[in-house]
């Protein structure tokens, strides 16, 4: 493995865990429980948090370019990211509101010409 392999494998791990783990502490403590009292095993947690902590990597990481870019394309990651929250928040489910807020971006980039 050469040394730009390593260094995504290691930006990614990393991304993951910034995220994961705080997931991990509020879910604890919404609960009252500790991880070690929590009545699902470490297993099921990871695997629970997997699917927003990987979306949310991932969607950092495609934005990064947008925001460095002219302000139509700022816009644009805007309005999809506050779709994302907005649907998030009125629906409670993660996977519409991404599906939602990726159409709603790329509508956007079709209808400010990016």
């Known amino acids: 493995m050469d040394k730009t392999m390593l260094i995504v494998l290691a930006a990614g ?22 991880c070690e009292d929590s009545p ?31 302000n139509s394309r700022k816009i644009s990651a805007l309005v999809g990211i506050f779709a994302v929250l907005v649907i998030k928040y009125k629906t409670k489910s993660f996977p519409i509101a991404t599906l939602s807020g990726a159409i709603i971006y790329g509508a956007m980039r079709v209808i400010i010409g990016v």
Not at 13 to 34: A, D, E, Q
Not at 45 to 61: E, H
């Open 13 to 34: 791990i990393g991304n993951f865990l910034l995220r994961y783990i705080p997931m991990l502490h509020t879910s604890s403590r919404k609960t009252g429980l500790t």
């Open 40 to 70: 699902k095993s470490a297993s099921e947690r990871f695997l629970a948090a997997i699917g927003p902590a990987a979306i949310t990597a991932l969607m950092i990481t495609s934005l990064i370019p947008d925001f460095s870019g002219d």
